[in-house]
């Protein structure tokens, strides 16, 4: 457990490192401010999936001028880390049967890209590898899994990709950001039902002309509430209780249902 | 009408899992068998995490199998004797399972083992009871009597091996060691494939030992809900992947299921019964041998292994 709070406490301490590092460095230009309409979203027995509006305003010092290019906006969101195994299935003999796989031991569970336009208008291919802007780029990163001689990683890191979007937990928008005014936007996260509880943050990253301008992180938080959080805590803290009692319940269903049907 | 799993951490629609709580109960019912070989791979297709499915079903296996075991109680089908000696069996059948499964897992042989066992088990057992009961239907025709088969002295040879003993209710006088070796098997297999085994025994009991129809399926399930509650614990305290939510739907769909398939088992010509488990079983069995053969539309598939908090 101490290891990973403590890189938890790092990667706060980096993205509040990064957000005034962001402010220091567009002091000169552009300061971008943004807002999420929700940090704690609840799930309740009748949940289904929800969304989460991102709000942002691009902040102009006096001594800037206007861009002729306009602005462009990136929104990552990413979802808590999950060890994920992509294995592949291959044929041996007459039967196909799992063979290779691949780890990889820090996807996110939930990652969504939302851009003002098409990610290969905004930057350069470059800056998009040394940045990680853009879903491709992420996965496609050195650090997302181990690589493999003659690019054999590149198979499971594009299944990865393939099936976490079948159930819509990883997506890219083009148009899911929308400028309402030249320097006020806004960009709605899809989160869907299956998207796990737990820590996700939004980096919001601000670019005019292929640069990077300035970015944010904020982060919201999937939480279960009292009745979902309770069975949760219970089955995890009292398991052999939980077991008992689950146990318990299904015999007095069975008792119950052999008494209601008893006709003898 | 959606609610929200909180151990599967997805919503599922309430109406479905009812239905198939029901479906898949109805057939435990009639056949005097778990289910767990249908239920789990309905809940995994529905995205429920496989753990969860595995270690849930089990609650409503349970709940189901008291209800028949209470029921056969009552019309006196079942054998209280020859169901401990299965269930004494069947742990430690269980507990040498466990232990291959994880030998298998170390040599990475663990997915080939269990395929390949689904296939084999489920089609050897659904095509001997399939051949079995065309040879019924066949005797049946031309006039000549089902039972003709069991007459003093025709008892295969086994059955005849030292410590007889004698089971009243089975109408048995036989020899406890296959019986033991049979209870063992089914731990076995219970545990390395995460099934209760109650399609093994019951063909067992009916065709190796001759023990009358209503007697087999009040004593499969007897062993059924010792072994099975064994496992939903064991599911609950190891992995902790037990949806008591999930579990209290599957169970109040099953309950009304294993009924009316009790009760209409219950009319059903013991012919018919034995020809309709088998092609059952069959079926699985064929579906798990395309799967294994046909080319994958997705050769593909994500596992998780841990959630990083």
């Known amino acids: 457990m101490v290891p990973e709070s403590a890189l938890h406490f790092w990667v706060r301490c980096s993205s509040i490192l990064l957000v005034v590092l962001a402010s220091i460095t567009s002091a000169s230009a552009e300061t971008l401010i943004t807002s999420l309409s929700n940090h704690r979203v609840l799930i309740n027995s009748n949940y289904t999936g929800t969304s989460i509006a991102v709000f942002g305003a691009i902040e102009r010092d006096a001594q800037t001028v206007a861009r002729a290019t306009g602005y462009d906006v990136v929104v990552t969101v990413r979802g808590p880390r999950q060890f994920l195994v992509v294995r592949e299935k291959e044929r041996l003999g007459p039967i196909w049967i799992n063979q290779e796989q691949q780890k990889f031991p820090q996807a996110p569970a939930y990652l969504s890209v939302l851009t003002s336009r098409s990610i290969e208008e905004i930057t350069s291919v470059q800056l998009r590898q040394r940045q990680k802007i853009g879903l491709r780029a992420i996965i496609n990163s050195t650090d997302f899994t181990n690589e493999r001689g003659a690019g054999a990683d590149k198979q499971f890191r594009e299944a990865l990709y393939r099936l976490k979007a079948q159930q819509g937990l990883y997506l890219e928008d083009e148009r899911g950001v929308t400028f309402l005014t030249a320097d006020i936007f806004r960009a709605s996260i899809p989160l869907p039902a299956t998207a796990p509880p737990g820590d996700y943050s939004v980096e919001v990253t601000l670019f005019a002309d292929t640069v990077i301008l300035a970015s944010t992180i904020t982060h919201f938080e999937l939480v279960k509430t009292d009745f979902e959080e309770q069975i949760g805590s219970v089955a995890r803290d009292w398991s052999l209780f939980y077991g008992l009692a689950t146990a318990l319940i299904a015999i007095l269903f069975g008792w119950l249902a052999s008494v209601i049907f008893r006709r003898d | 009408m959606q609610i929200y799993l909180p151990i599967a951490e997805m919503p599922v629609s309430v109406l479905l899992i009812l239905g198939m709580g029901a479906a898949v109960g109805f057939i435990s019912g009639l056949f005097g068998i778990g289910g767990g070989f249908l239920m789990t791979p309905l809940l995994i297709f529905l995205g429920i995490p496989p753990a969860v499915a595995v270690a849930t079903q089990s609650a409503q296996i349970v709940a189901s199998s008291t209800t028949s075991v209470l029921g056969a109680i009552r019309r006196d089908a079942l054998d209280h004797k020859l169901g401990a000696i299965l269930v004494a069996g069947g742990f430690v059948g269980s507990a040498l399972g466990v232990w291959f499964f994880a030998a298998a897992r170390r040599a990475g042989l663990l997915d080939l083992v269990i395929v390949v066992s689904y296939v084999t088990l489920f089609t050897v057992v659904g095509s001997l009871m399939l051949k079995e009961s065309i040879r019924e239907f066949w005797t049946k025709r031309r006039g ?97 992947a037990v949806d008591m939510v999930l579990a209290i739907l599957l169970i109040i769909g099953g309950v009304f299921g294993a009924q009316f398939g009790a009760r209409m088992g219950r009319h059903l010509r013991a012919e018919l019964f034995r020809f309709l488990l088998a092609i059952l079983l069959l079926a699985v069995g064929l579906r798990f041998a395309l799967e294994l053969v046909l080319q994958p539309q997705e050769p593909f598939s994500i596992t998780v292994q841990e959630v990083r908090q």
């Open chain 2, 144 to 240: 000549g009597s089902v039972r003709l088969r069991r007459q003093a002295g025709e008892h295969a040879a086994y059955l005849g091996w030292p410590l007889r003993m004698r089971f009243y209710r089975s109408k048995l006088y036989v020899s406890v060691l296959p019986i033991l070796g049979l209870s063992l098997f089914i731990g076995f297999a219970g545990a390395l494939l995460g099934i209760g085994g109650g399609f093994i025994i019951v063909p067992a009991l009916l065709y190796i030992f001759r023990v009358p129809t209503n007697v087999v399926v009040g004593t499969s399930q007897f062993q059924i809900v010792c072994t099975t509650l064994v496992a939903l614990i064991l599911h609950a305290v190891q992995n902790q």
